[in-house]
């Protein structure tokens, strides 16, 4: 008797393809489905006054009983973000490592859903059963603490998923990425590898994070007798660690700057990821008691982010902290793309008030370059590659590495979101498209702002808005009051009444015209008036603000 | 009998200074002022809707009796673009080289300026006399051809000023930069050296251009089966010849496409700054005629603009243009700081297309780092520094290059926007601040859209508007109708019908009582309106849109 037929595994990304951030993906087998991450997206420049984006997860709720729970590799918005808001759609227990769960734990308890969802820590080198999954954690290197690549295994195959990583081999904290597992993984027969595309245009090694202290140390020697001032990513903590390393040894307090820095590292020193000798972190209240030469702040606000400590600073409006000419202060970061012209604009404030400003080999990436990515795959050895984390030229980036070494073509999968690729170790294609999409999350309105509102938005900012009121008298369509004007966000109306009185009066010619025929229902006065006023501000001044006529009736 | 005391130069830079672009600098000497460059800037990011930038001339039109002239550097929008807005408030001769003046007299015929501005071409190693000043033009090399530094000689010293340069020994076409006249005017003594600051933070030296061109052969000789699409800077002519040069080389027709680049190649070549071997150009239109990889396309869209040729192809609206699966792609330029986000949605769409895009080792800059600062420092042995075009942080740059040259301190001057540096060979000091500032056009608008307009735009952008209007009985203050609710930008209306009624309630029981009471003048009724809708909406959402009352009266 022949042998049943094993099922297929499928891979459906929800978000993260094409995009940097909202990383989200089901994998299912059967009646199992478990996700892994669940992030969220900042909002592109277009999408004017959102404060985030989050995945649609339809797909999800359409098949809520068949969902066993979400695997979380590491703790970046990128990738838990968006728990909060999904949770309370598709309520799921979360599996992770220690510090991943802190974090995420912090976001939970702020939206107060920490009673209500079951939680479980991982450590790496385990696995966790969900449905017909079984789930490994590995341990990786990247920019925060605790990060997991995961082996998934199904009846229809393994998949090794990187999660973001780099190969530190001398890392701050901890153990070095777990190269023995994926080696050992891969010897087995792995069916496919999805690894993290964010570096892969680039050649070469991503340099190891302890070579940042290193540069530290180097500064700290040299500028023993000035006050110095460290901006980074509040969740690099082992970044953190290494300033607190070259604040002891050069004898120097520490004093840490903004909330997500403050909590980051509050969670990481409880449980047990950053070591603080004693007596050198003091409040920010108590510099006054220290010269400043002895001192060091970490801060937040490495991204030029307007509210963020640093920031505030730069613009002179910190409470507690002034920037003093014999400041040094240090970027260790790089400007994520965007970025770029609200980082400078700090350091030209900055360097204005007098302070000297360090931005030079004093921040490494935490994603792997193209060297580290040939490495994974000769060590995991997949049937077939799928890049994920990453825009399309860095999928395609990754694509090509993977060709390099012997992967066929058809072997390698650059998928978009709400793809389904089916897959066993006979074949693999898309097989199918689910709906997917980002939510926007605006205030406290989650998807009640969405292309018509934006496209408002849009147009608003782009040359304002002129009202049009006019009361008529219901049964005669008489004129009673109006048309009378008024604008926002077009010119200035002082030093252009002529302009907007010209403007009511090419209206108020089209709207007695109108009026006076026979066909005067509302929508045609509307047009009219609309018609009206576009024509003439276009002809004056080359602009398109938005018009907006509205008519009361009053019964007399 | 002593000597008469000589009067003081008085430098007074109009803008350029702690900014990118709107360069325009007035020499000033007893009745004499010289205006160097007239630039524009493009708009910040705040800017919302403006187009461009140009500088507030106030104090040329003070002293209008006292100004000879424009004196213009390099045919760049930076150094140009200002020209056709100002010259309409204060007409005077324009001295520039030859295509410089070809680029300018583009933009005063479409100004409908040509005849009324007097303009005279200049040659490097002339001088002309301007009032109390000459003024020579030295030879140097830029991303554009026939860029100048000046000599600004005056009875109290001599000033070199840069203009936008580096040193190329190897350029495209032409004479290399003449240092020879630098060190000839250096030797002789010089009071002040203003300095282009552009790249002043980065070490060692630019590259020539011609590296570009070696660059292009290999991408040629590689890519023999394929269309080539190469994207810079329209102006970049030398750039566009070594394009030629490739293409003539390995036997491709050229098209050029978008109107920018069109016009520059076609005023390039009637100038003599172009050579373009007969039968090598092609109209779009005789692309038909050709197989793909017989073609090179020049391109307007290396910065990912959204209305240029190359963004319009990647997103396939490109009227006669269809990007293949085997185009080249080759982005000729880096990304200006804030176009990163664009430019690389540009390459996710190119590749998306299954072109193979190249962006790495394609460019050069236009502007000298650090080793090239020194060579000039040296040869011009300066009394004064004054570094100009940058940021502070580049200006910062360039003055600790100054100083590390051994240029005393108090010697290095960075100066602001409308401060008047006052020097001669004994002192050198900033004794006052002449009005300064940035006009922003918006359409035919010139400053008629200033601070409180763009406030609203921002308010307008970030959460959309709210408009409560109603009418009452002119005497009695009785409500006749309304309060009726419009919004735009703020939530999809149908899905928040409930939202809206509620807050039309609010603001209608609100107004109930206010209307009731015995003080109801229309602002009071308009606060109270303005009050109730923010207060509700508020607390609903988080959100603050716009909120406008607007009242109507009738005689009833």
Redesign the interface.
Known sequence: MKKEKKGKLRIIPLGGL?QIGMNITAFEYEDSIVVVDCGLAFP??DM??IDLVIPDVTYLKDNASKVKGFVITHGHEDHIGALPYVLKEINLPIYTTKLTMGIIENKLKEHNLLRSTKRKVVQHGQSINLGKFRIEFIKTNHSIQDASALAIYSPAGVVVHTGDFKVDYTPVFGDAIDLQRFAEIGKKGVLALMSDSTNAERKGFTQSERTVGITFDHIFAEHQNTRLIIATFASNVDRVQQIINSAYKYKRKVVVEGRSMVNIISTASELGYLNVPENTLIEIDEMKNYPPEKMVLITTGSQGESMAALSRMAADVHRKVTIQPNDTIIFSSNPI??N??SV?RV???L??KGAE?IFQDTHVSGHACQEELKLIYSLVKPKYAIPVHG???HL?ANAEVAKSLGIPKQNVFIIQSGDVLELDDESARVVDKVHTGAVLV????VG???N???R??????????I?V???LERRTNRL???P?I?S?????VR??EQLMEDARKAVSDALDKCLSGRHTDWNKIKLTIRDAMNDYIWK????RP?V?P?I?????
Chains 1, 2 share one sequence.
């Open positions: 094409e592109e420049d004017l006054g793309p965007g770029e012209k400078s350091i030209n404030e360097s204005a400003v825009e399309y030229r395609k605006d205030g406290l309105g009640d702002v969405g018509i509102v934006l408002d938005r849009q147009h608003l900012a782009e040359d304002g808005i009202i009121v006019l009361t009673l009051a109006g009378d008024v926002r966000g077009f010119v200035y030093e252009s004056k001044t080359k602009r938005m907006i509205i009361m009736d009053v019964d007399v």
